[in-house]
């Protein structure tokens, strides 16, 4: 094999002819608006699914797509990337481009913190079996699944800490990878509760790939200081994730400010637990963070989160008509604020 230095991109809309073209190579079931479908959703959702092309001369010669899931027959770990296609034009074959392409997903896999990758060769030409070997990835022969265990560094293996509380009866703290399992499990018992009062969720937020992208995001913070979201667990059963608050829109400057919205399981309803963690995190954001000022918007038919602000010293200073799109109508909401008197 000839290594031939190509230039390997994240792909574009100016890409969409090639790639179109190799994927009517690849799948020549589908028809041409499948293909471009299954195209545009690279660019609609860049946190769970990324393509890469090869540039030789000025012309893309081949291309990779890869994306995050809950699970892969033949993987092992919780959420895997998933080649779903991986191509080279015939005749820029035998040079190491389609290795380059390879890892520049698997880069982009490590990225998300996933341990594992994986492909299907099921609808792909033979040569690509021998490839992926050579890449280094298992043949799961039964289901004809190819699986490679990525080698992470000490910090990209490692479970984040991050900002941890504790109240008499509460640890509040930022989520870790070892609490996907139970944040996806109480988002989807208390999905129906929590309709009601929440605006629309972005895709894959009730699924793992979701929340490990997410933690991770949060775990090397490239907007650091802007955003401080702690899960609520009980020091009776600490492996349950019982609600959450997120403090958002943090800003400095002559500010100083942000913004909390949060979510209680209905099954912990009633035992004041968000007063405790709500009282938890504005001690932090005001002592330790600096903050002078924390906004909560709340709607006026849901007295119970009204009651609970009003107890930690939130006063209402107005009402925004028609401001949060909720449960699929636009909802007024009261404005209330809580100043931090020692800053």
């Given amino acids: 094999m000839v290594n031939i230095m190509a230039n390997i991109r994240v792909a574009s809309h100016f890409d969409s002819e090639y790639w179109l073209k190799f994927r009517q190579q690849l799948f020549p079931s589908k028809n041409q608006s499948e293909h471009m ?167 894959n937020y009730y699924t793992k790939a979701y929340w490990q992208q997410r933690i991770h995001s949060n775990y090397y913070r490239p907007d650091e200081d802007k955003t401080l979201q702690l899960f609520m667990f009980t020091k009776d059963d600490p492996n349950k994730t019982i609600g959450y608050a997120n403090y958002y829109n943090i800003i400095y400057g002559a500010f100083y400010s942000c913004h909390v919205g949060y979510m209680m399981a209905e099954s912990a309803q009633g035992h004041g637990y968000m007063k405790e963690a709500l009282k938890a995190g504005i001690h932090y954001l005001f002592k330790t963070k600096n903050l002078h000022r924390i906004q909560a918007n709340y709607m006026p038919k849901n007295k119970r989160s009204g009651k609970t602000l009003q107890s930690l010293g939130f006063e209402i200073e107005g009402k925004a008509k028609n401001f949060l799109f909720v449960n699929g109508k636009w909802e007024d909401h009261l404005l209330t604020s809580l100043t931090n008197t020692e800053w």
């Avoid at 890469?52 to 895997?80: C, H, Q, W, Y």
């Fill in 37 to 203: 479908l299954d195209i545009q959703h690279y660019f609609y959702y860049p946190d769970f699914k990324q393509a890469f092309v090869a540039e030789l001369n000025g012309k893309v010669v081949g291309f990779v797509e890869i994306v995050m899931r809950d699970s892969f027959e033949g993987s092992t770990l919780s959420p895997v990337a998933v080649c779903e296609a991986w191509y080279v034009d015939s005749s820029s074959r035998q040079k190491g481009i389609g290795k380059s392409l390879l890892q520049a997903a698997e880069l982009w896999a490590k990225g998300k913190g996933c341990k594992q990758i994986g492909s299907s060769a099921l609808s792909e030409p033979t040569y690509l079996k021998s490839a992926y070997e050579h890449s280094g990835f298992r043949h799961i022969s039964s289901m004809n699944h190819f699986v490679k265990t990525l080698t992470l560094s000490e910090s990209e293996a490692a479970d984040p800490v991050g900002v941890v509380l504790e109240t008499s009866r509460l640890i509040v703290r930022e989520a870790q990878f070892k609490d996907i399992d139970t944040i996806v499990d109480y988002l989807n018992t208390n999905k129906v509760f929590h309709t009601a009062f929440e605006a629309p969720r972005p895709h």
